[in-house]
């Protein structure tokens, strides 16, 4: 058994790490509380387990942002440059974006004056739905830049138990939080973009206890105080802004729907694919690829051939996929020495293009 003055010892440390902590009334009388426990158990030789089980209880609920709030930045100016130069298109999602930047604004604005909190004001949980490669996920951390807010991703492909974003009591020996808590951590803030990605690719047996927890996290009168089963305390999340993923709707029940703003991400044109290409796209796989900037020139002609190389795709996978692979290649001929330029045209884009 441990020496009495050193279990005394870091029994008193943690009492010191709550009692200096900022943590709601209730949180930190429940810490001191189960520290109390520990230290009359200490004297009956049942310590050690329940001490690194309090021990890592307290070291998560510290680590929580009970109220470390990230300053939002409400400038529209910025906020479109932000968007604009992450994704080119999507104006009606940028305009429902910037739209909630104004009315944040606005509030803000109001509770300077008064000094107070607008309860009444809600943010919105906003679902992207479009096929896979439209840029769902990365708009959300576009979002999150132009806010200049954190941005913390939980995906639900293949989600079989509601536990795991609910986290599990700590009754049971493996207990840990779940996915929102850890979300949070992680973002640092209680105010950070949580991207709830491809909500509609839970696991068919878990999908209508998943939707339940979720019903809760998206409603903003049930929301204000969220219980985890881990923490077993409410948390606050009203100030967090839900963005939401999937390719349909089909499996999102219509309770979960009806507390979200659909939003359609539409198919690329070839017209987008071919700016978004040469914009952002060939410059970035350049880098990557360590090219200079002047080892590829692409005939304007070409672009067509290298947006469509075997089809119709509503996204800009293929495409990034297909320009990687041709930067592979003229990377292979500088470093061989066949050539230090190459000039892509109609009459040899076949040569550069990647072998599928």
Same mark, same amino acid.
């Given at each position: 058994?441990?020496?009495?003055?050193?279990?005394?010892?870091?029994?008193?440390?943690?009492?010191?790490?709550?009692?200096?902590?900022?943590?709601?009334?209730?949180?930190?009388?429940?810490?001191?509380?189960?520290?109390?426990?520990?230290?009359?158990?200490?004297?009956?030789?049942?310590?050690?387990?329940?001490?690194?089980?309090?021990?890592?209880?307290?070291?998560? &609920?510290?680590?929580?942002?009970?109220?470390?709030?990230?300053?939002?930045?409400?400038?529209?100016?910025?906020?479109?440059?932000?968007?604009?130069?992450?994704?080119?298109?999507?104006?009606?999602?940028?305009?429902?974006?910037?739209?909630?930047?104004?009315?944040?604004?606005?509030?803000?604005?109001?509770?300077?004056?008064?000094?107070?909190?607008?309860?009444?004001? #809600?943010?919105?949980?906003?679902?992207?739905?479009?096929?896979?490669?439209?840029?769902?996920?990365?708009?959300?951390?576009? &979002?999150?830049?132009?806010?200049?807010?954190?941005?913390?991703?939980?995906?639900?492909?293949?989600?079989?138990?509601?536990?795991?974003?609910?986290?599990?009591?700590?009754?049971?020996?493996?207990?840990?939080?779940?996915?929102?808590?850890?979300?949070?951590?992680?973002?640092?803030?209680?105010?950070?973009?949580?991207?709830?990605?491809?909500?509609?690719?839970?696991?068919?047996?878990?999908?209508?206890?998943?939707?339940?927890?979720?019903?809760?996290?998206?409603?903003?009168?049930?929301?204000?105080?969220?219980?985890?089963?881990?923490?077993?305390?409410?948390?606050?999340?009203?100030?967090?802004?839900?963005?939401?993923?999937?390719?349909?709707?089909?499996?999102?029940?219509?309770? &979960?729907?009806?507390?979200?703003?659909?939003?359609?991400?539409?198919?690329?044109?070839?017209?987008?694919?071919?700016?978004?290409?040469? #914009?952002?796209?060939?410059?970035?796989?350049?880098?990557?690829?360590?090219?200079?900037?002047?080892?590829?020139?692409?005939?304007?002609?070409?672009?067509?051939?290298?947006?469509?190389?075997?089809?119709?795709?509503?996204?800009?996978?293929?495409?990034?996929?297909?320009?990687?692979?041709?930067?592979?290649?003229?990377?292979?001929?500088?470093?061989?020495?066949?050539?230090?330029?190459?000039?892509?045209?109609?009459?040899?884009?076949?040569?550069?293009?990647?072998?599928?």
């Amino acid at each position: 058994m441990p020496d009495t003055d050193v279990l005394q010892s870091q029994i008193e440390k943690l009492r010191i790490k709550v009692e200096g902590a900022a943590l709601p009334e209730g949180m930190r009388d429940k810490c001191l509380g189960m520290i109390q426990r520990i230290a009359r158990m200490a004297q009956f030789g049942t310590y050690s387990i329940e001490y690194e089980n309090t021990s890592r209880y307290i070291d998560i &609920v510290l680590e929580m942002p009970w109220d470390n709030m990230s300053a939002d930045i409400l400038d529209p100016v910025r906020a479109r440059e932000t968007l604009d130069s992450h994704q080119y298109g999507l104006e009606s999602v940028k305009v429902r974006v910037l739209e909630y930047l104004a009315v944040l604004q606005l509030h803000k604005m109001k509770q300077d004056q008064t000094g107070e909190k607008d309860s009444s004001f #809600r943010a919105p949980v906003i679902m992207l739905v479009g096929l896979a490669g439209t840029g769902k996920t990365s708009f959300a951390y576009a &979002v999150a830049d132009a806010l200049n807010r954190k941005v913390a991703r939980i995906p639900f492909g293949g989600m079989g138990d509601a536990l795991t974003i609910r986290g599990q009591s700590r009754a049971f020996a493996d207990a840990e939080p779940g996915a929102v808590i850890k979300a949070l951590i992680q973002a640092g803030t209680k105010n950070p973009v949580l991207l709830l990605d491809e909500i509609d690719r839970v696991a068919d047996d878990a999908r209508s206890s998943v939707m339940g927890v979720l019903l809760e996290l998206l409603d903003p009168q049930q929301n204000i105080a969220f219980r985890d089963h881990y923490i077993d305390f409410p948390f606050d999340l009203s100030e967090c802004l839900f963005i939401a993923t999937g390719n349909n709707t089909t499996n999102i029940s219509t309770a &979960v729907q009806d507390r979200m703003e659909i939003v359609q991400m539409p198919a690329y044109t070839d017209e987008e694919k071919i700016t978004i290409a040469s #914009r952002y796209v060939f410059p970035k796989a350049m880098q990557e690829s360590g090219l200079p900037p002047d080892a590829i020139y692409i005939d304007p002609v070409v672009w067509p051939q290298l947006v469509r190389p075997l089809g119709f795709d509503a996204g800009i996978r293929t495409l990034e996929r297909t320009i990687r692979g041709t930067c592979r290649k003229v990377a292979r001929m500088l470093v061989e020495g066949q050539a230090t330029q190459i000039r892509i045209t109609p009459d040899n884009v076949k040569e550069y293009l990647p072998t599928w």
